[in-house]
């Protein structure tokens, strides 16, 4: 298994990563902004992405975008094609990309928002931290990304304070005995609390 950063020669995939990224969040039943085969393969085009190859064909992918001129960035659209789950890919690919956006970005903060617990304890063992979302990024075209989630109307009825996702922040100036990593079971719990908050008027 290659996971190395993408470029111009694997633009082919982004039809199939955008697709395989529809069918999880489908499957799943999550929020997950759609992006567009043409925004997928700019982002390859730019240096920007990392892809997982077994041989020729895709097994995992994750590109990286940068808000407030540069001083955010996130690791975003992090997919394992379901042929490839279960095999600790994800964990590969998450290092790969948190490790190209420190070399691209050494200044900025990397944060990611995300419902899935597992990369909430990747992001964690990386040295996430949990944060309110007004510790991200104040740049309006990254929240008016989340217009194609399904959970959009939890983050504007909450004036953008709080979704089902939870924000998670790498300061590169954080003091590393500051940051401690956290149990996946607490970051389980933790959906499960949002989930019972925000949806219980849907269910009536």
Not at 16 to 28: F, G, K, M, N, T
Not at 68 to 87: E, M, T, Y
Not at 105 to 111: R, T
């Amino acid at each position: 298994m290659d996971v190395i950063i993408a470029n111009d020669d694997h633009v082919k995939y982004a039809q199939e990563i955008c697709d395989v990224i529809a069918e999880s969040a489908q499957v799943r039943g999550t929020g997950i902004a759609r992006r567009t085969p043409e925004y997928v393969a700019s982002k390859m085009k730019n240096g920007n992405a990392v892809i997982a190859l077994e041989g020729t064909r895709f097994a995992g992918f994750c590109y990286i975008e940068k808000w407030g001129h540069g001083k955010f960035v996130a690791n975003s659209g992090l997919i394992v094609h379901p042929d490839f789950r279960n095999i600790g890919l994800a964990k590969k690919i998450k290092h790969k990309i948190f490790q190209h956006s420190r070399t691209k970005f050494p200044d900025a903060k990397v944060f990611s928002i995300t419902t899935g617990s597992a990369v909430m304890k990747l992001n964690s063992d990386l040295g996430y931290k949990p944060v309110p979302f007004s510790e991200l990024t104040d740049d309006q075209s990254f929240w008016d990304g989340c217009q194609t989630c399904k959970n959009y109307d939890v983050l504007t009825r909450t004036d953008r304070k709080m979704c089902l996702c939870t924000g998670m922040l790498y300061d590169p100036k954080a003091k590393k005995e500051e940051v401690k990593p956290i149990k996946e079971s607490v970051f389980k719990r933790l959906k499960s609390i949002k989930e019972a908050l925000f949806l219980k008027k849907e269910k009536k």
